[in-house]
């Protein structure tokens, strides 16, 4: 079963990047400490966070990876690790935003929501369901995907 996680207010680089790696990663820039520990609890998520006080408290004790550094790239990388998550697998499949998966949506459903240049270059859509956001795999999709590759080269 595929884990889920939680990242504290410390960590939205971190839970933005694992996002483009088809992780499942709850994000809240502005949650209180006792609050993202109940929502983990009810939820079922793993608690990512940087927070020494908050890994102290009795419902994050037992459910929590403490991620080191502050450098996302690193952090990325211990995760990445600990939890043995495929970069390759499931890429670029959730909304960088909402979290939401991405679903297939068809090229004349998104003539009006993209710029026209997109739109007669691109074959596939994707559309999040939450916020309606519209991806492809232009330019700046391959650009992720070498970053992703740079961040998570062996010996980094």
Request: glycine share 6%.
């Amino acid at each position: 079963m595929e884990t889920k996680f939680i990242a504290d207010a410390m960590l939205g680089k971190l839970a933005r990047w694992m996002r483009v790696l088809g992780c499942d990663v709850e994000y809240f820039p502005a949650i209180g400490d006792r609050e993202l520990v109940e929502l983990a609890a009810r939820s079922g998520r793993l608690i990512l966070t940087r927070d020494t006080l908050l890994v102290r408290r009795r419902g994050a004790r037992n459910n929590h990876f403490f991620v080191e550094g502050d450098d996302f790239r690193n952090q990325l990388r211990q995760v990445v690790e600990r939890f043995v998550i495929d970069p390759s697998a499931r890429s670029l499949t959730r909304c960088l935003e909402c979290n939401a998966l991405l679903a297939e949506i068809g090229k004349s459903n998104v003539r009006e929501k993209v710029p026209s240049y997109i739109y007669e270059t691109q074959a596939e859509f994707r559309v999040c369901p939450i916020c309606s956001r519209i991806y492809w795999r232009g330019t700046h999709w391959q650009g992720i995907v070498r970053e992703m590759a740079e961040l998570l080269k062996p010996g980094q």
